[in-house]
């Protein structure tokens, strides 16, 4: 097992529509979603957010002044030209101290405080790379990575579906988890093109991830999870799914989706859903045979 069970999260409450739950984004501060406990208080999702990481002791939330608060778009067309460029791999050994730990990604990291929890709270001695395609989130993230001092972890602009394989074979050690968390639904079936996980990517996450290395997607659409339960249930040459081997540790509910979540802490877009009610579904491989 790679992460340990911290302490897995319930959810809870009534659900609203889906696209409309997802026009409420979890980067802007004065768009988010709220929900009245029993007791008649008004709960936002962005003070839950802001407890989740309140151990981050971040000083300054909304620096640099550059993209304070100013408006981040919600989504990017990631098939766009302006996108379809690959990034150079930085110098690894420049980015963090011992450029030979396992390294976890996180794809489409959003803004990042899901990651810097882990990097700095997380006994595992690995690097963490987070990939997103807007601009400033990575800006922003990096601010709070200085902010931090912390020598474990890179934000990076990406289209993933564009430079991942770049990326993640030129990094000196082994690649040992990958993370797809509640990636952008792109609900139109027309659209469904922009979805991050698509084949030439799971190819890629199979190909470079080390023996033993695992992958955890989920979602808080049903359609959207099972897409991508659907893609990596396929690669059976390669992974296996991790209630099969430690089933102890790893229990899934009747549908086969995992009933906690193995990472101790939750993504922004994780607690905005729960908080309206959502279910999340989790699936988390690992990789037991050599990619052919
Ligand atoms: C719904 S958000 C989820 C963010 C975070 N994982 C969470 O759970 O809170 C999806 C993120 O993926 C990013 N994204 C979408 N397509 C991407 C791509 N092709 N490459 C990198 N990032 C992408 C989006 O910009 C967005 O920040």
């Known amino acids: 097992m790679v992460f340990p069970f911290l302490k897995p999260k ?36 962005s003070d839950l957010v802001e407890k989740e990481y309140a151990d981050l002791q971040l000083k300054s939330l909304y620096a640099p002044s550059d993209i304070g608060h100013v408006r981040i778009r919600q989504h990017v067309n990631p ?38 929890w882990l990097a700095k709270n997380s006994p595992l001695h690995r690097n963490y790379l987070g990939l997103e395609i807007r601009q ?17 972890i890179h934000f990076m602009f990406a289209n993933v579906n564009v430079s991942f394989e770049q990326l993640v074979s ?10 797809i968390l509640c990636p952008d639904p792109h609900f139109k079936r027309r659209k ?3 979805r991050v996980v698509q084949k030439p ?3 890629s996450i199979s190909k470079n991830l080390c023996l033993g290395g695992q992958v ?3 979602s808080d659409v049903h359609e959207v999870a099972l897409d991508m339960r659907n893609v990596f249930d396929a690669c059976t040459d390669v992974f296996e799914h991790v209630d099969l081997i430690d089933h102890s540790s790893f229990s ?7 009933q906690c979540n193995p990472m101790g802490i939750r993504t922004e877009r994780e607690i905005h859903a729960e908080l309206e009610g959502a279910t999340i579904y989790r699936r988390m491989y690992q990789k037991t045979r050599h990619h052919v």
Not at 94 to 116: E, K
Not at 144 to 149: N, R
Not at 171 to 179: E, Q
Not at 252 to 258: I, K, M
Request: with cysteine; hydrophobic share 40%; proline share 5%.
């Open 79 to 116: 098939l766009s030209a302006s996108f379809s460029v690959p990034v150079q791999s930085p110098d690894w050994k420049g980015i963090f101290t011992d450029c030979t730990l396992p390294l976890m990604v996180d794809i489409g990291c959003g803004s990042g405080r899901f990651l810097i």
């Open 216 to 218: 955890l997607v989920q």
């Open 170 to 179: 030129t990094y000196p050690g082994p690649l040992a988890f990958v993370s």
């Open 252 to 258: 899934c509910d009747s549908d086969g989706w995992l």
């Open 136 to 152: 400033k989130l990575v800006t922003r993230s990096q601010f709070w990575v200085k902010e931090l001092g912390l020598r474990n």
């Open 192 to 194: 469904h093109k922009r």
């Open 10 to 45: 319930a959810c809870c409450m009534a659900s609203l529509h889906l696209s409309a739950r997802y026009r409420c984004s979890y980067v802007i501060p004065r768009c988010t979603a709220s929900s009245t406990s029993q007791s008649g208080i008004s709960i936002r999702s």
């Open 201 to 203: 990517l799971v190819d």
